[in-house]
């Protein structure tokens, strides 16, 4: 999805992508990052001038859903969009609009009436659920989404004659409308939503940050810290970096998620537990009782069965280094799925390895699992060809891969 956009440095024209985060401008060469999180876009009018026209909002989903029943955890890609408004005589979506069109921010000096939302984001991903629930008659255990993208789309309509007409295609979307139908009654209005940008700058040491435009982390070589962005301002992250295994040179650095979580319900607490939970082929000894267990999970949005699998290889195999606060020399794949997505996909990591699963996935409503400590890790991939490798975890990823997930 493709954005019009102008920089807020020196007013120049650019064109941003929906995963876009950090911008530089390509005149005044000025690094800014958006903070917003939930962005409001709007869908051109053609409508004829003299037309009133109307935006109606539209909610809109991207991002993957796990389901965890009986026969094991099933997950798809799901990009969809909702009406936010209770107007049943517009469309109930947008369609592939949101994919085919240039869209533009909202902002105040937006023209236009918009309408209010009375549709809860809750309410919207009640539909998802009940849309992609697992056929038959197996009860769900758990359903996570993971790695969304939310938006508000905002569509344009007007009234001609006794008839909704939509105002991209100039074409009616309803039958008659009903005599006291009042577009002008609805709540809404000018917007008051304003895009928010901060400088990209180390709020330690001043240094320019450095990352992906898409990137949800940034890096500042200068003092060795790593930021992501809070509300209003940068927040620090706690890191470190593996070392190489073998004494092979890294090709690329790909950040995980290391969360230190309590859990209850079943026995997790140390490396002892894990293998005694997962049934794994190890003796277990006095220091895996005190080594404590950590839950991994990519810090990168990748595609769902490889999201799960990664979580999986690298949750099992408990990489032992703790590594050091040093930012590699090497590629630093971008973290683009945030901390909290991370935690919400813990459950579904355990679903993945508890065994016999037939007895303990029912079990799945009644486990709490709460964050206590999170580090990013970057881990050390070598190149082998178009794979990407990491031996220690048993872990292979294609570049292909990589470049498709950038996408999601």
């Known amino acids: 999805m493709l954005v019009d956009y102008q920089c807020p440095q020196c007013g120049a024209p650019a064109t941003l992508d929906e995963t876009d985060h950090l911008f530089e401008c390509g005149f005044c060469r000025v690094k800014s990052y958006l903070l917003s999180r939930v962005y409001r876009y709007v869908l051109p009018s053609r409508a004829a001038e003299g037309e009133e026209v109307v935006y109606v909002p539209y909610w809109r989903f991207k991002g993957m859903l796990f389901s965890c029943a009986a026969q094991g955890i099933q997950h798809r890609i799901v990009d969809v969009s909702y009406r936010a408004l209770g107007l049943r005589q517009a469309p109930a979506t947008v369609g592939i609009r949101s994919q085919t069109l240039k869209l533009q921010f909202l902002t105040p000096e937006t023209a236009g009436r918009f309408l209010q939302p009375d549709v809860a984001y809750s309410e919207m991903l009640e539909k998802i659920r009940e849309r992609y629930a697992l056929a038959g008659s197996s009860p769900l255990f758990l359903q996570e989404f993971i790695g969304e993208t939310l938006s508000l789309l905002y569509s344009p309509f007007y009234l001609q004659g006794d008839r909704l007409f939509d105002a991209v295609l100039n074409r009616p979307v309803s039958g008659p409308l009903p005599d006291d139908m009042d577009l002008a009654a609805l709540p809404g209005g000018r917007p008051r939503w304003r895009l928010k940008f901060v400088p990209a700058q180390c709020p330690e040491c001043g240094w320019d940050l450095e990352g992906a435009r898409d990137s949800l ?25 593996l070392p190489s295994p073998e004494g092979a040179d890294a090709v690329c650095f790909l950040p995980f998620w290391k969360v230190r979580a309590k859990v209850s319900g079943v026995p997790l607490e140390s490396l002892a537990d894990l293998v005694r939970l997962a049934n794994l082929p190890k003796a277990v000894t006095d220091p895996m009782e005190k080594r404590p267990f950590y839950f991994w999970a990519p810090a990168f949005k990748v595609r769902p069965q490889d999201f799960l699998r990664f979580s999986l290889r690298t949750t099992l195999s408990q990489p032992e280094d703790q590594g050091d606060s040093h930012l590699p020399e090497g590629d630093l794949y971008p973290v683009t799925l945030p901390v909290n997505e991370a935690v919400e996909s813990l459950k579904l990591s355990l679903a993945s390895f508890m065994k016999p699963p037939r007895k303990l996935l029912p079990k799945l409503p009644e486990i709490a699992i709460e964050a206590q400590d999170v580090v990013l890790i970057y881990v050390p991939f070598q190149g082998r060809g178009n794979e990407l490798t990491y031996p220690p975890s048993r872990l292979r990823v294609n570049r292909n891969l990589l470049t498709y997930a950038r996408q999601l």
């Open 217 to 241: 982390a940034l890096d500042c070589r200068n003092c060795h810290s790593v930021w992501h962005a809070g509300k209003k301002h940068f927040m620090k992250i706690a890191f470190a970096t």
